[in-house]
């Protein structure tokens, strides 16, 4: 009799279980059908996806994940008409969401705007309604593009050493790929890219140092004579002289001088973010990556030498107290100096390195309104960057709108991204 009641007891359970189980296990379908539908609008496959979300809104019409796909997708395909009776249906589910009152808005702004490029309509949709944090206040479920590696494509396609870099700075390469690159930068002739690999093998707790060290030694000796015969550019010589140093090293005499000759230098680079992004995605796409996605512009950000500055940051910070006051005033105006030069970039990765060296700077000239109009630069560009997280650009399935929010702020980031912030 006992086994009998055991037996019911667990048989019981089971159906207990599996009766609780079904409710989530139907959720969990809904929403990885709507992950499908979203990888196929980035796809640029806008037939299939609607087709696919007209099931999903039949199965689960009150779905509001699903209703902002819905509706992007008529956006996308410029059906405003459409577009306004799907987000109608979603105001009716959730009126009082961020991604309700944004479509709305965004509707209305492309009524009034119906021209190509979009990037301001939405900025003016997500400003009125109340600059949300999309990551914290919107819909549960996560709509956001997938980042697909490109490697992969790009290591089956081609041999090229320039082209699986890029790939590589894109996608953070792997330790196996790595170890082929380093034995294969002899094939690299951009100089431009040697440097970005001098960047990229830099030390690391998490890989291996014998096959980073010995690249480094290999970029170092190619780029040493492009160094000596530059006349305009700090980038590659700052690159040069703190490379293989340690942060917590105090800057040696020497090190100092030659800070002060860079300084003079009118640039820090020449090399445009634009460029650096066109030359990615050519490369990408020219290797098999039909979509590229994010890749492009992680391979220009990771182009962007800014390590260098950094480094120097740390290691001003190790030596200012051995100074005394005339050498702390010299190595002040040094590091304001490069750091203006830094912080003229287009970029906010740029902005926010270049001022906090012309903060420090300041300091060690004891030049307090210029230290205080540094830090509020500073404090500008970190709003900047916050703004930039909240609206979640890539949280919306409008590829069109990602095109035209990458190539503005590949043109200009900095202008771009701070109207988020604008009264």
Known sequence: ?????RSLSLSLLAVQLSCASLPFSAERRTEARIHQVVDQIWRDDLSGAQEAIADVLEDAPGNPAALVVQACLFLEQGNLDAATRTVARLDAVAPRQPETHILQELLEERRRTPVPGWSESMRRAWVDAGAPDLEKEGLTTNLTLRTVPVSPTVWENTRSAEDRLVAMLADDGTEDQERWLADHLSELQDPRL??????YFLPREDRPWEARARARQGLRKRLAPLAAVEARESELPLMLLLADTSQEAPLTREEMAALERLASLPLYTGTSMAQLYADAERRLRASGVTHPGTGPFMAAVMSIHTVPPFWLLKRVDVTKDRLSAEERMRLGRTVWTLGGRVASGPTLLEHQTGFRLMEQGAELMGDEAQRALAASEFRQGEAIRSASN??????????????DWMNESVAHEWEHLGKLIEP
């Open 390 to 403: 909240q609206i979640l650009i890539t949280r919306w399935p409008l590829p069109s709108l990602f095109r």
């Open 194 to 199: 040697m440097l970005s690999a001098l960047q």
């Open 1 to 5: 009799m006992k086994a009998l009641w």
